[in-house]
């Protein structure tokens, strides 16, 4: 796969986003196709225990963005909440006035408001960001309504790893993937909240597009791995990776980035202690392989600064582990 890209699909992608892509564009009424006609009433529980009802409470005459998570997750689902996070940053105080984010387990017998609690805390989600859970029938039917769902005998995850943005005054839903790149998310998401107030987003313009030249251990590097980690800006949701191979054995460090559920599984000590420190925050399975697993490490090991280093802000300066 190409991996070099430029601003310029971008751009194609917003102009589709900004027009022919936001689906059913008819006022909402009560009985429009996607109004309360439509999705159950059903009742869910958030993270403080607070009981809401899904299109009463979460729905009705707001925009929103819905994923389907669970806790225990080994794969996408990490990676997911943490792109949510970043998006969240993005978007400040517009979380939760503009746009709502709602985060729903699949798998409401482990995931209790406590568990979520602490979960939504790991990944320092803010106000307007609610983690829900209530009876699996109850969310089987949201998660069909919304076209997330996904049998679980049949994908690792158990759902998909796409993000639903709805409009539900207008009766606009449109899907997108739930790890894209955040910045990105967040353009989407306010093109449309401006499509939701009337408003038209500004057009784009392929002359204007400039190429983004990178290598593709740093294009893995961006779409993969910026949710958690940074290199030489500090730790977020995982360590930061200055010189992390240097740091390791070769053999462990290709390890733990192509296979991490395995060595948490073997109870390796290395990664057993990492996972402990990192508020036992597991490293999703990515499925990194072949050219993506080789330049990424490639790039991991490279002594100078990355193009990431150079346009990333601070963050904390907390010692790499």
């Keep these: 796969m190409e991996r070099k890209r430029s601003i310029g699909a971008l751009a194609a992608l917003l102009l589709i986003i900004s027009s022919a892509a936001l689906l059913c564009a008819a006022p909402a009424d009560d009985n429009h196709r996607y109004g ?17 009802h899904f299109y009463d409470d979460l729905l009705k005459g ?26 969240q940053r993005i978007l400040g105080d517009k979380v939760g006035k503009g746009i709502f984010f709602y985060s729903i387990s699949i ?5 209790t408001p406590a568990e979520l609690k602490a979960y939504a805390k790991k990944y320092h989600a803010g106000p307007g960001w609610l983690f829900l859970t209530g009876k699996k029938s109850d969310i089987d ?7 997330l769902y ?27 993937s739930a790890v894209d790149n955040p910045r990105f998310l ?14 038209k987003a500004a057009g784009q313009d392929y002359a204007d597009a400039r190429p983004l030249n990178m290598n593709s251990g740093e294009y893995v590097f961006i779409t993969h791995c910026t949710a958690c980690h940074t290199i030489g800006h500090g730790d977020k949701v995982g360590p930061d990776l200055q010189g992390v191979a240097a740091q390791r054995d070769p053999k462990w460090f290709r390890r733990i980035i192509a296979e991490p559920d395995k060595l948490i599984a073997s109870r390796d000590p290395l990664a057993m202690a990492l996972f402990k420190k990192y508020n036992r925050i597991q490293m ?12 990424i490490v490639d790039y991991l090991s490279q002594p100078s600064a990355s193009t ?12 790499t582990t």
Excluded at 107 to 111: A, G, L, S, T, V
């Design 308 to 319: 990431v280093n150079k346009t990333s802000k601070p963050a904390s300066t907390k010692p």
């Design 150 to 176: 996904a049998d679980p005998s049949i994908n690792q995850d158990g759902h998909t790893t796409y993000l639903m943005l709805g409009d539900e005054p207008n009766g606009q839903w449109m899907q997108n």
């Design 141 to 147: 039917l949201v998660s069909k309504k919304l076209g």
């Design 107 to 111: 798998d409401p017998k482990r995931d």
């Design 284 to 295: 999703p399975n990515l499925n990194l392989g072949g050219d993506d697993l080789k330049a």
């Design 62 to 87: 707001k925009i929103v963005a819905i994923d389907l998570i669970y806790t225990h997750c080994e794969f996408s689902c990490p990676l997911e909440t943490a792109r949510m996070a970043q998006v």
């Design 36 to 52: 309360k006609n439509y999705f159950p009433n059903v009742p869910l529980i958030t993270q403080d225990g607070k009981v809401v």
């Design 186 to 199: 967040a353009i989407t998401m306010q093109t449309f909240m401006d499509h939701g107030k009337g408003g």
